[in-house]
């Protein structure tokens, strides 16, 4: 990773790294009033043998917060130095960092993470690890019992990956009004990577911050971190996605919370506000949305495939809204591209799914959704759609807490 790409260019930590350091989880922490759970949940977890792993924690603020946020963050740096100091034993080393002066142009999640992320990629470098893992979590989550040990594993075994995904699920507290508005707001998620594997897209992954795992040396090759106030997870990971080495990990798992939050115009916080306030996350993309498109990406498929170089009028069977959308983001001239630039069918549509990649099936569904008011549904009748098309037994009466476990363990045993 160039210098240029650095957010601090010296390293914040003057103690050197362990010459067996494998492991470097990074916690951004903003305005955060609980910030023991999650290091006695990893305190609590088992550890592999012969390795180092170190927790970095970036308590951030921006020049223009208030004085209530950077007390607080204050406030838990110094909780977690009086932790360290009372625990005996300690298997890993932790390094609270107190930021509470950022730039107020670039402050926010992705330059915490980013400020996090690249010193570990600094440290484990710094040891010959290039294939160390650079590990994202948030403060309010928890982790299952084998987490270093299933993430070790993976670092092992899994040398072909630069990237992946871990497992997740949102804890769902007995009687907690918020219970329907997570369990439907994760079955929207689930369903919405289902539908993209249904399709056979090849970047089906869930993109969530707190479960996010990089090798070192593709932390650098892609550039590092970016400093998005929102989406920063989204969009790190996709540049890795393309990159046609990422992977899920699903032999543990990490328990976001699921709290009520407006810091970020999308992602679990949001979506349970709006879901509470009647708005969108009660609704998903209609399986329309997906039919519809599946008949034009095979469509694309076979002429990629069989060299078929000229448009022509290949749209005119598509559905109206993926012809309208395909129009709008000109199809005819990426076609045009593709055919310059690939010489054979596999790369030919290697550069159609970078063209249309999980950035475009966005843009997609958003456009169809806003047309039509039919590519939307609930997501209890879009659940069972999927159901039916991964053949499971739909016969008996499933609420969204049912279907949301058959995902969960379809998604696991993957």
């Known amino acids: 990773m160039k210098t240029k790409n650095y957010q601090v260019e010296r390293r914040l930590i003057n103690e050197g790294p362990a010459e067996d350091l494998g492991i470097v989880v990074v916690l951004p922490a903003y305005d955060e009033f609980d910030v023991l759970s999650v290091l006695e949940s990893l305190s609590s977890c088992t550890f592999p043998k012969a390795l180092s792993i170190e927790v970095i924690i970036v308590f951030n603020a921006s020049e223009k917060d208030g004085s209530s946020v950077k007390e607080t963050n204050a406030l838990g740096y110094h909780k977690v130095k009086e932790w360290i100091l009372s625990r005996d034993g300690l298997r890993f080393n932790i390094y609270p960092m107190l930021m509470n002066g950022l730039p107020s142009k670039t402050a926010g999640v992705g330059l915490a993470r980013k400020i996090g992320m690249d010193e570990a990629w600094r440290r484990l470098m710094s040891t010959g690890q290039s294939n160390g893992l650079i590990v994202n979590l948030d403060m309010d989550c928890k982790v299952e019992s084998n987490y270093f040990t299933a993430l070790n594993e993976w670092r092992l075994s899994a040398l072909d990956k630069e990237a992946a995904s871990i497992y997740f699920e949102h804890p769902l507290p ?166 310059r630039h690939a010489s054979t069918p596999e790369a030919r549509l290697k550069r159609f799914f970078l063209w249309f990649d999980e950035f475009m099936l966005m843009k997609y569904c958003h456009y169809c959704r806003d047309a039509d008011v039919s590519y939307s549904s609930s997501v209890k009748d879009a659940a069972m759609y999927l159901l039916r098309q991964l053949d499971y037994n739909t016969d008996e009466d499933l609420d969204t807490m049912d279907m949301l476990n058959i995902l969960r363990q379809h998604q696991r045993a993957r």
Request: net charge negative; hydrophobic share 40%; aromatic share 14%.
């Open 174 to 339: 007995s009687g907690d009004h918020k219970v329907e508005a997570i369990v439907s707001y994760e079955l929207h998620l689930r369903y919405f990577i289902e539908m993209q594997r249904w399709l056979g897209l090849p970047y089906a992954f869930h993109t969530i911050g707190s479960s996010m795992v990089v090798r070192a040396e593709a932390y650098g090759i892609v550039g590092g971190m970016n400093k998005r106030k929102a989406g920063e997870d989204f969009y790190f990971l996709h540049k890795l996605i393309k990159r046609d080495r990422f992977d899920d990990i699903t032999e543990t798992c990490v328990y976001p919370a699921a709290r009520i939050s407006e810091r970020v115009p999308f992602g679990t916080g949001k979506a349970i506000k709006d879901h509470l306030d009647h708005k969108r996350y009660a609704h998903t993309y209609s399986p329309k949305t997906f039919e519809v498109l599946s008949e034009a990406i095979v469509d694309v498929q076979q002429k990629l495939l069989s060299g078929m170089d000229d448009f022509y009028d290949m749209d005119k069977e598509w559905e109206r809204p993926v012809r309208q959308f395909f129009d709008l983001t000109d199809i005819r001239s990426k076609w045009v591209e593709i055919f």
